[in-house]
């Protein structure tokens, strides 16, 4: 395949809601570009883009695709997405890399949530957007209300640039405000006839075409000169209207298609090639140190693995963007990630699962490779030229859904451990762990469906059986009051005894607190807990009650009982202790027994200083529509929430509150039912904080038929 340079390749992102038609426009895009002979379609199980097993069990997408089709002597690489809320990531990352979006709208729905999710992303990341009013073939197709509703959604940038003429069965005529055509596509779809405007559509289009062009003048001020000068543009300017529109995000346009029927898609792939940004048109790549770069091939070689995947048959792929200069096979490569070295095998350009090998790929292209060591998603590749340069990483939404994991036989719980790891470090929105603490393996994901997709991969491809428990919560203790105890650990039995005591006062810990004036400080030592908070050792001994060399054991003592609380076995956190007295005994004293000792009086001091259990809670940020705002809030008192504050988002409302963990299990399958999939939701670890009276009755209580007189 020939090498194609900067200016030949324009970057696209097929998103939108699920089931919009992506999957079937991407097959109709690289069919029209004569890179396949026969169109697929998704419900036949055959398309270029869904050919990983469980999409064609489930026909939907559940992870991005890269494609790539040829129009008019430019590459258009396509990465088409999945729509799933929960497999937002993919999105992320193909927006990451493209320089346009094609926001699929299904004409008979108007716009979806996943329109508004991924509208979202696009706007933050600022990517121009391309709008195809999809499904226009069908009965209940509405182009001009889902304009109406695109551009209340989105504002009036958003730019009819072609209507349909016969919108539901049997359409297959376009009207082209850009060019002034009526556009028909014979049965089957394909190459349309270009015609005159009929007399009927005449004044419509006509009248559409100024309000365009005057629009589209409105862009540049050479234009609007020109504009008023002439009263029109021609066709070279309002290309140049489009092209600057679209990358300073000021139009957003809208065209026609049915990718079922194989319409409209050849004018989109000349559109793409005409008007939408070659890659160094878009602001260039920013590095972690500020630096940004600028998509030129004449720079050292940098690439960005946006993706990386096990396919069937050749083990893991890396897909990477070039960010600069240009890669070549056998070209040796630094990963400034992880400080290590990487040598370039074979080159690929991909088209779902089919790949054709390219010698070199030059900066602004998406291709992919394999059999790189240890490079991962969101590293960076370099030529030893640059080995520094970091491309700043892609920020992927934070889990929110957590489940336990446990193998079905014990003996798999290796495996499963290590494939969880490999999928986690392939998806950067897959979380897992073994927490020490719950004593559970921690799988976390952005929904069910992303951790019951993970459930099948480990099920159907790697052949164990596992399950989803309930996860624990990580509580916290702490104290609440100041509180004294003494203990003396004493034992007389044949050979050497043991003695040591140990007088202690427990404080709870605050940010900036003062010290405890009853004892004199001597020494002390600071502890930052591993799971968060703190814990600090006063010495406060006069006239060497305890040796100086004993204090470490004691320290050892406490920390055991910091590492399982009191309460509930949780880590306890935020506590003060001063040794302020104790007794030696000449010869039986030793490490053992002030550890001993140490660890009973804090045991003791802590039950009489109102011990009180801390639980995990979230800041949680639901977007629901306006109309289902009044179920979600209710929903959200029953669990604990305390709301923090509503703001509206065009028909939307966000509402900010805090929100214990341990009310928020399975939280986004129950937004969905009570919101039939309209509304999403974000959570971010807040703080700890003291549990109602009630739940800690309920957990002191089930902890002690837990342990049942653990010492
Ligand atoms: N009638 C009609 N059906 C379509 C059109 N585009 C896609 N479909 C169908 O809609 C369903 C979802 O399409 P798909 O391409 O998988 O959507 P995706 O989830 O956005 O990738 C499939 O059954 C397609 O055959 C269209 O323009 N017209
Ligand atoms: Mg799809």
Redesign the pocket.
Known sequence: MKVFQTKEIRNIA?I????????????AMIFEGGVINRRG???DKN?V??YRPIELER???VSSSILYTLHNNKKINII?T??FDDFIGEVISALRVCDTALM?V?SQNGVEVGTEINWRYTSSMEKPVVFVA?????ELANFDETVRQLKQQFGNLVTVLQYPVNQGNGFNSIIDLLKMKLYTYPQGGGKPEILDIPASEKEKAEEMNAALIEELASKDEALMEEFFDKGTLNEEQINKALHLGLISRSIFPVMC?????N?GITRILEFITDAVPAPDEMPGVKTTDGKVLECKTSDPTALFIFKTAIETHLGEISYFKVYGGEVTESQDMVNPNRNSKERISQLFVINGKNREKVEKFVAGDIGATIKLKSTFTNNTLNSLKNPDDIIEPTLFPNPKFRVAVKAKNANDDEKVGAVLNELAKMDPTLVFGYSKELRQQILQGQGELHLNLTKWHLENLEKVAIEYLAPRIPYRETITKSAKAVYRHKKQSGGAGQFGEVHMMIQPYKEGMADQTEFPIRGRDTIELEWGGKLIMNTCIVGGAIDARFMPAILKGVMEKMEEGPLTGSYARDIVFNIYDGKMHPVDSNEISFKLAGRNAFKEAFKNAGPKILEPVYDVEVIVPEEKMGEVMTDLQGRRALIMGMDSEGNYQKIKARVPLAEMNRYSTALSSLTSGRATYNMKFAEYVQVPADVQDKLLKAYEEEEQDED
């Open positions: 097929l939108g809601g699920a089931k919009s038609g992506k999957t079937t426009l991407a097959e379609s998704v419900d398309t883009s869904d026909q939907n997408s088409d999945p729509g699929v299904n999809n499904h226009l073939d069908v298609a049915s990718s079922k029927h319409i």
